[in-house]
Structures are given as C-alpha cells and as structure tokens.
C-alpha cells in the first residue's frame, strides 16, 4: 500500500492506497488546513493516528522545487525532507515530487467529461508535447513529453518568471504591484493572493468602490477570499470591482498559459488544473480565456491549434502522486531482482 499525499501551501490531502488498479478508490482519505501544522511530520501522524491501515511506502506531491529529496515549500514555512519522513514515521521508502510532476503524470488518464472539459477543440497532434497550468495558492506549471513509449513528466517553476503586461491597465497592474515587490511574476498576479491583489487594484481606481465597500472589506479580511470574489464575480453579488478582478485574472491566466505553450511547444494540448479554474468556470467557457490563449500576434494561428482542456478533478495531483509512488516501488522491486540474478550468477 502507498500513502500519499496532495502538500499545498493551503491545505494538504492524504489518502492511502491499495493498488496502482484502484487509484480512483482510495482504502482513507482527509484533506487538512495545511497552515494549522508546524510541520508535514506532524500533520501525518495526525492522519495516521485515525487509520486503521499500516503502510510502510509514500510519496508526496510538494508545491516548491524538489532537490535532492527536499523541498522547501513556496508558500509554507515548511522544509519536507524524505529523511525525515522516514525517521519521524518509522517507513521504508518516501519519493518526494514537484507537485506539477505528479499532476501533469495523470493527466494521460484522465477521463472526458468525468475529470476534463474542453475549452477549446483544436487539432491535436499525437504524442505532441503537453503543458500544465495550475493556479492556486501558487501558480504551478509543467509538462509533458512523448519518450517513444510513454509521457514523462517534468517539472518547471515558471509560476516565477517575469510578469508581462499586455495592455495599459494592466501596466498600472503591474505598476501597483511593483511598488509592494521587488519582483512581480506572474505567481503575485495569477494566483489565489493574485486575485485578491488584482481586486485590491481595481478598489483603488475604479468609481464604484463606495458601491462596494462592505464587500471589499469581507474580502480584505478573508482567510480564502477566492471564493467571496468568484460568487460576486459571476453573479452571486453583483460588483464591478469583481467582475474587472476576474476578467484581468483570466486575462492574465491565459496569456501565461500561451506562454508556456509556446516554451514547450505543447501541441498536444493545454489542461489548466489547480485550486482556481475549476471554481471559475463558467468565466472560462464564454471564450474569452481561449481568446486570450491565441493572442499572441504571429503565433495565434498556432495557438488556435492547441486543444485547451479544463481540469475539474480535485485529486488529479493526490492520484499522481500515488501513481509515482507505485511505480517507483515497482521500479525498486525490478532492480532488486536483477542485482539478486547478477549475484547468483557471480557465485
């Protein structure tokens, strides 16, 4: 069995697993607030202390750069160490990954309709390169590539490039934030906080914010205000700073997906997962993201051609990450066997 587990900067999901063949059928599973621990050791054995299953191998999918089995998380003051798993939780085996590794490694599995939509048909091209865009307390990103025989994922930590304006008002966007940072990225503008940013942005500049003042401070004092924003946005509350934060952000969301399309040449397809675009749907369904995907001057004729699909799965990255762990202890076991035959045959 395989523990696992889905490790953000907001909350944490970890589930035990009994197959590679019953990935979609967890034996436990519970999502924590992430911030309510000191550390990933301690939110464990919270989890292990109510199960009823031993296990002895894990991987977890980590929102930060992994490095020599360590990962400082970007958006946590957490630092998760395989080492230290195993020594705190007395087990033999823990993988840590990015966690766009483990999303990006299940997205040849996904199911239409079940797990995806499609936003934009385009013309796929088999065994092309796939990118993976997800925004949520961060803005993780990675990709696909076709090794012959199969898609091998890859991480990237290009959530942190440099953000690029690409009209007037986004220039003021990024002049407001530049102001607060030293280094605006497209992370500080496409994100959970970067919605809330954006919104903040627009109470400065725009008329109607006396309109809206009560609802901007709910917002301002919200632990999430992700979701006060996406209700009023789509039409919960009806507020014009919402609806320009939402627009600005899918805006911005989709001329950063081209980015990385473009970068890896993903002509296979775009999936936008994350914590963001599943609760902001219909906002991506009415063709303005997709018109923000292909424009990109003498490259939109391209961009046009890439299939853009929308993830709505929550546990597409906690099933990655269950799926790597299964397949590195397959991997494990495999070597073991041909030492042990490379040894008979030596004696």
Partial sequence: MILAGDVGGTKTSIAIFSSKRK??????????SSPKFEDIEALLLE???????????????????????KSSITNLPWVISERQIRRVLGISSVLLVNDLVATASFVPFLKPQ?????????KPVPCGTIAVIAPGTGL?????????????????EGGHSDFAPRDALQIELFNYMHE???????????SGPGLKEIHTFYHKIVDARERHAELS????????????IVKAALGGVHCELCEKALETFVAIMGAEASN????????????????????????????????????KGRQSELLADIPVYLVLNPDVCLLGAAKLGFETISERVKNRRIDARHLRRKN
Avoid: M
Wanted: aromatic content about 12%; proline content about 5%; hydrophobic content about 40%.
């Fill in 140 to 156: 993780g990103e990675g990709f696909l590539i076709w090794d012959g025989k199969k898609y091998r994922a890859f991480a990237s």
């Fill in 217 to 228: 401070k709910t917002i301002t004092g919200a632990d999430d205000p992700v979701p006060i």
């Fill in 180 to 190: 607060k940072l030293d280094h605006v990225s497209y992370e500080r503008v496409c």
């Fill in 114 to 122: 079940a797990d995806y939509v499609v936003l934009n048909q385009g």
């Fill in 260 to 295: 990385l399309a473009l970068k890896v040449f993903a002509t296979n397809g775009i999936y936008l997962a994350g914590g963001i675009p599943a609760r902001i749907r219909p906002a991506l369904e009415d063709g303005k993201f997709v018109e923000a995907i292909t424009r």
């Fill in 47 to 69: 989890f292990l202390s109510k199960s009823k299953y031993s296990v002895n191998q894990a991987c977890f999918a980590v929102a930060g750069p992994v490095v020599d089995g």
């Fill in 23 to 32: 990935l979609r059928q967890p034996l436990a599973q519970k999502t924590f």
